[in-house]
Structure formats: C-alpha cells, structure tokens
C-alpha cells in the first residue's frame, strides 16, 4: 500500500510517498525560512500562499523520486492539526481533492503523532512501548508510548516550549530567525558557567517544564551590561546547558518512573546536538538508549505524515473518501481518536 504523505502546518511545506512494503519510496521538504527572515519570524498568511506554490511542484519531485505515478497512490494522509489555519486548509484542501480525484481514501494525521512516529522510520527503530519527548517551537511533552494510537501525557511545559524560548532567546541577543541554530551555533564559541542561569522545575518532582523564566533570566543579563560578542557566547552556551540539562533529567525521570529503557525523541529542537549528547550520556548510565529521526526528518516533514497514516490504515482505521472537511489549529493529542 503505498500511502501520499502532506504536511503544511506551518512553514515547511513536505510531500512524501511510504509504502508499507517497501518504506519511504520519495519525499521533498521545502522550508519558507528566507521568506520569514526578513519578519523575525512566521508571518501566517505569507505561509498559506507559499504552501499554494510549492505542493504540485512537490508532489511531481517525489513521484519522480519514487519513480511512481498518480495513479500508484492508494491512499493520502494530511495533516488536520494542530498548526496554523490558513497553512493546514492548504495541505487539507489538496490533499482531499487529488484523493476525490484519485477515487482513493484519504486520512487526517495529528501532526504530533506524525514526530511521535517518525524515528519508527529508521532501519534502527525502537520497540514498543517507550517514552517520547517532543521538543519544538510549538511544543515540549513527555509522552507514554504504548503503541500505535496510545499515547500517555506524562507532562509538559506550563509556558514557553524549549523551542519557542530558544528562538526568543536569540532574539534577545541579536541574532537572525530562525533563531535556535543560530544560538546554537553561537554558543559553539562560548562557555557555559561564566553567566548564572536558572534550571527551572529541575527539582520539581513532576514532569512538567517551564522556560519563560529562564528567557526572562536572559533579558536581565542583557540589561544589566553592554554585552560583548564573546559575552553573547557565553551566555547562549550557558542557556542552551540550562535547557538541556533540565530536558535530559525530566526524560530519564519519565523513564524510571514507567520502568522503560528507550527513549524517542523528536521535533525540530531533537536536532540539536548538545541535546543528544545530554540525552545520550543521561539514558545511558541508566542502561538505556535514545533513538532519533534523521536530521532530515526532525523539522515537519511529509514523510513523518505518510508514516503515520500508512501505521493507522494498518491498524485498522476507516479512512474516508474524498470531501467535506475540517482542519484543527487547536488539538491536543489526548482528543486524538
């Protein structure tokens, strides 16, 4: 079965092609980044019209790729939520009118659930059940996987996600959108401890994360004296230790406390790489083992997406033929049915 993939939730618009027998035959991501830049950050209706553009180019690219037709496609997956409203009515609308045209069943696909899966599409993939933690500019999540479909909230950030603080962050020391890989890569060149920051809710108890504070923290070294560039790495090194300590600690909690030795992890911020080795290094003194996505397949891809939907349609799940529709900005994966 050979399942199109759609991804268009926010600014990466991802067309893929999985086939259940086969695996990931194509896929083709293009990023709006350089159209952003020049805004600090995503600017939604510039989104929805760019995502127009880029999909029928896409979807030629990676039939190409697979070196497949139309009319090998059995079935399409789309992501319905959550993301932006004008961005997901372009990949839904598509999405639902090749699949009236195909005559084939198409599929709504939780976003979260499609990074949830993803690392499942590697050769080296993790059993069930494991805990994922989902990092990313909209999201931090500690989550019980148990299989396909059972997903378990064990906590999340109160406030900003990891991503979001990261990208506020580089705001605040001047540097350019996106901003998460440019503070990390600035604090390359710096040195953590020189600067005191915060490692909030480390000790709390729970799994749930908090990094507004940790942002404002930030803003007050900035205030309190004129920084200079090697000032700005020391700080971005010294934020990005804070962030992913307290990250590494709140997974390898999740992970004791449902007795588990596999760890995914997922979403844009997973590529960072003091987060891995932070990860790495945590998992395995407790005789565990991390398991990720490409870097390729970290930001919102359409392979994650045609993953997803191939895994339900597997497991049983009544797709629907083309037609009325409906997409959810607003989703939490605990309404996921």
Request: charge should be negative.
């Amino acid at each position: 079965m050979k399942v199109l993939g759609i991804e268009s939730s926010c600014d990466e618009t991802g067309v893929a092609l999985y086939d259940t027998e086969r695996g990931l035959l194509g896929h083709a991501i293009h990023t709006q980044v350089a159209m952003h830049e020049a805004y600090g950050g995503v600017v939604p209706e510039l989104a929805s019209r760019d995502h127009i553009r880029r999909l029928i180019p896409l979807l030629e690219k990676v039939l190409a790729e697979a070196k497949c037709h139309r009319g090998d496609i059995d079935a399409i997956a789309y992501t319905a939520g959550p993301g932006l409203a004008g961005a997901l009515l372009v990949g839904a609308s598509f999405a639902e009118a090749l699949a009236m045209a195909l005559d084939v069943p198409v599929l709504p696909v939780h976003h979260l659930e499609g990074h949830l899966l993803s690392p499942l599409l590697a050769d080296d993939a993790p059993n069930f059940p494991f805990i994922a933690l989902l990092v990313s500019g909209g999201h931090t999540q500690l989550m019980h996987v148990a299989r396909v479909g059972n997903y378990e909230l064990l906590g999340e950030s109160l406030d900003d996600a990891a991503g979001e603080a990261f990208d506020k962050t580089a705001k605040l020391l001047g540097l350019g959108y996106p901003g998460g890989p440019a503070l990390a890569s600035l604090a390359e060149s710096g040195t953590a401890g020189r600067f005191k920051l915060p490692r909030p809710m480390i000790n709390s108890g729970d799994l749930a994360f908090s990094f507004s504070g940790l942002k404002t923290a930030v803003l007050t070294a900035v205030r309190a004296r004129d920084l200079s560039e090697p000032d700005k790495a020391d700080l971005a090194a010294e934020f990005q230790e804070a962030v992913t300590e307290v990250l590494a600690a709140k997974a390898v909690a999740a992970c004791r406390q449902r007795r588990l030795s596999s760890l995914v992890v997922a979403g844009g911020v997973g590529a960072n790489r003091r987060l891995r080795e932070r990860l790495d290094d945590a998992m395995a003194k407790i005789g565990g083992r991390v398991f990720y996505p490409a870097l390729e397949l970290c930001t919102d891809n359409g392979a994650m997406i045609a993953f997803c939907g191939a895994q339900r349609l597997l497991q049983g799940e009544a797709p629907r033929r083309g037609g009325a529709f409906a997409v959810r900005p607003r989703w939490p994966l605990n309404e996921l049915r």
